[in-house]
T-cell receptor, first 107, second 115 residues
Framework: GQNIDQPTEMTATEGAIVQINCTYQ??????LFWYQQHAGEAPTFLSY????GLEEKGRFSSFLSRSKGYSYLLLKELQMKDSASYLC????????FGKGTRLHILP | EAGVAQSPRYKIIEKRQSVAFWCNPI?????LYWYQQILGQGPKLLIQ????????DSQLPKDRFSAERLKGVDSTLKIQPAKLEDSAVYLC?????????????FGEGSWLTVV
């Protein structure tokens, strides 16, 4: 079977750092995506990891450990506009999404 | 570059009625996806096309849902008859090719409310 787990909600303060974890169990693996989705909008691509390690892109970084079935998205210098849902998605022969983590940013 | 286009943006229908959603993917994208996203959940893949062929429709409720991509470009998703639990956002997405690191680009979605 296929299963993707991520926390339902998280809260952080503007200017701080937050880490959103994702664990997965899938029959195959062709990479892991992170998407950002603001309320009422479509998901937008943030990052893609296929090899173990950290990928950094500005304020956002994504980490993957294939042996542990684990990834995290790290957001630095949080801004109010980062309030959104963050979706972890695993690619096999198709791309399966987790339920998403709603991130609330407090001023 | 134009993004994924979807219509209508919003639709309210009564249960047992029918509805159709249209999608035009990004030009040149061979793979087209329809996802269903219920409020508070992640997108669930309903059907995936590669050009005009179906790659995966294992989670499509075929007794009421149908989809086609006749000329390998735009696509329609139909629900007939609709049930209350079909209330969701229907997201169309496209990618250059089937997944092997190809980013999926989403349209703005078609919001369906069944009353």
């Amino acid at each position: 079977g296929q299963n993707i787990d991520q926390p339902t909600e998280m809260t952080a303060t503007e200017g701080a750092i937050v880490q959103i974890n994702c664990t997965y169990q899938t029959s195959g693996f062709n990479g892991l995506f992170w998407y950002q989705q603001h309320a009422g909008e479509a998901p937008t691509f943030l990052s893609y990891n296929v090899l173990d390690g950290l990928e950094e892109k500005g304020r956002f970084s994504s980490f993957l450990s294939r042996s542990k079935g684990y990834s995290y998205l790290l957001l630095k210098e949080l801004q109010m506009k980062d309030s959104a849902s963050y979706l972890c998605a695993v690619g096999d022969d198709k791309i399966i999404f987790g339920k998403g983590t709603r991130l609330h940013i407090l001023p | 570059e134009a993004g994924v286009a979807q219509s209508p943006r919003y639709k309210i229908i009564e249960k047992r009625q029918s509805v159709a959603f249209w999608c035009n993917p990004i030009s040149g994208h061979a793979t087209l996806y329809w996802y269903q996203q219920i409020l508070g959940q992640g997108p669930k893949l309903l059907i995936q096309f590669q050009n005009n062929g179906v790659v995966d429709d294992s989670q499509l409720p075929k007794d009421r849902f149908s989809a086609e991509r006749l000329k390998g470009v735009d696509s329609t998703l139909k629900i007939q008859p609709a049930k209350l639990e079909d209330s969701a956002v229907y997201l169309c997405a496209s990618s250059l090719a089937q997944h092997s690191g190809n980013t999926i680009y989403f349209g703005e979605g078609s919001w369906l409310t069944v009353v």
